[in-house]
T-cell receptor, first 113, second 108 residues
Framework: EAQVTQNPRYLITVTGKKLTVTCSQNMNHEYMSWYRQDPGLGLRQIYYSMNVEVTDKGDVPEGYKVSRKEKRNFPLILESPSPNQTSLYFC????????????FGEGSWLTVV | AQRVTQPEKLLSVFKGAPVELKCNYSYSGSPELFWYVQYSRQRLQLLLRHISRESIKGFTADLNKGETSFHLKKPFAQEEDSAMYYCALGTGGFKTIFGAGTRLFVKA
């Protein structure tokens, strides 16, 4: 089954403790991206990657890092989480063909206390 | 500036009533417009896109370049349509801009 899988789904952590949210897709998609979803603000793009070793900042990259060492994986790294990073995070992937659908993961609820 | 505006945060209608979720965009190039839906406790999924000109679950959306709009419509709302709806603008590559979303609540 074609899907985007992210882990963990739920996490409570403390300020400053590094964490990584993993994302994996099995559709051989070139494009992958991370979004955060906040009430009243919709989905905002954090980082995206157009292929292996090619990443770029989205609209709200501060406080986040990403890497794309393999085509299927695109982890999101919070080096020193802060409470304002408490949010629902979505990983997504898409083929490079224009107009193709974006496939989303199930979301990761992150709370930073 | 590239922007997607969904003016209604919440839309409440009765079952069987028509529903229209508004979406306006700002983009100087040739836009790709999408509607995504998020049902309770589920992941976001594509509902429809303007290039397909299709009707999904009774919903349709027409791209109006003159008014820069891509409103989502359904003539008779059903309770199972209750969800969060996001309008999205594709600007080429993987830069997709989402609106703030509209929560649709269909009352019995």
């Amino acid at each position: 089954e074609a899907q985007v899988t992210q882990n963990p789904r739920y996490l409570i952590t403390v300020t400053g403790k590094k964490l990584t949210v993993t994302c994996s897709q099995n559709m051989n998609h070139e494009y992958m991206s991370w979004y955060r979803q906040d009430p009243g603000l919709g989905l905002r793009q954090i980082y995206y990657s157009m292929n292996v070793e090619v990443t770029d900042k989205g609209d709200v990259p501060e406080g986040y890092k990403v890497s794309r060492k393999e085509k299927r994986n695109f982890p999101l790294i919070l080096e020193s989480p802060s409470p304002n990073q408490t949010s629902l995070y979505f990983c997504a992937s898409r083929s490079s063909n224009s107009g193709n659908t974006i496939y989303f993961g199930e979301g990761s609820w992150l709370t930073v206390v | 500036a590239q922007r997607v505006t969904q003016p209604e945060k919440l839309l409440s209608v009765f079952k069987g009533a028509p529903v229209e979720l508004k979406c306006n965009y700002s983009y100087s190039g040739s836009p790709e417009l999408f509607w995504y839906v998020q049902y309770s406790r589920q992941r976001l999924q594509l509902l429809l896109r303007h290039i397909s000109r299709e009707s999904i679950k009774g919903f349709t959306a027409d791209l109006n370049k003159g008014e820069t709009s891509f409103h989502l419509k359904k003539p008779f709302a059903q309770e199972e349509d209750s969800a969060m709806y996001y309008c999205a603008l594709g600007t080429g590559g993987f830069k997709t801009i989402f609106g703030a979303g509209t929560r649709l609540f269909v009352k019995a």
